[in-house]
């Protein structure tokens, strides 16, 4: 059982940064791929990011390269979402979640999902 807690979201204006944090604890965490998606009201849920545990190796979503960076602490057992230059069109709940299917976005490859933190930038 592995357990994701995400924090970090709030209000800010376009053009903004905000950092994401997925504090994750369970059995073998360190074997789990850490993913980000976020979802906005009616509309699906959608990849952002992945790394591996070690990270070594990271991917992205189109719409956020160069502007979203993710990284870990295995020391604190956190991933990191750093988010630069938002977009009102990044408005969304933001999720963490945890795979052992290697670097994947499709959610549906995800079986641990954090509650979400809801990140709203205003234009």
């Known amino acids: 059982q592995v357990q994701l807690v995400e924090s970090g979201g709030g209000l800010v204006q376009a053009g903004g940064s905000l950092r994401l944090s997925c504090a994750a604890s369970?059995?073998?965490?360190?074997?789990?791929?850490i993913g980000w998606f976020r979802q906005a009201p009616g509309k699906e849920r959608e990849f952002v990011a992945t790394?591996?545990?070690?990270?070594?190796?990271?991917s992205y979503a189109d719409s956020v390269k160069g502007r979203f960076t993710i990284s870990r602490d295995n020391a604190k057992n956190t991933v990191y979402l750093q988010m630069n230059n938002l977009k009102p069109e990044d408005t969304a709940v933001y999720y963490c979640?945890?795979?052992?299917?290697?670097?994947?976005?499709?959610?549906?490859?995800?079986?641990?999902w954090g509650q979400g933190t809801q990140v709203t930038v205003s234009s």
């Open positions: 369970g059995r073998a965490i360190n074997s789990y791929y």
């Open positions: 790394i591996t545990w070690s990270g070594w190796s990271t």
């Open positions: 979640a945890g795979t052992q299917r290697g670097l994947n976005s499709s959610p549906r490859a995800y079986d641990y």
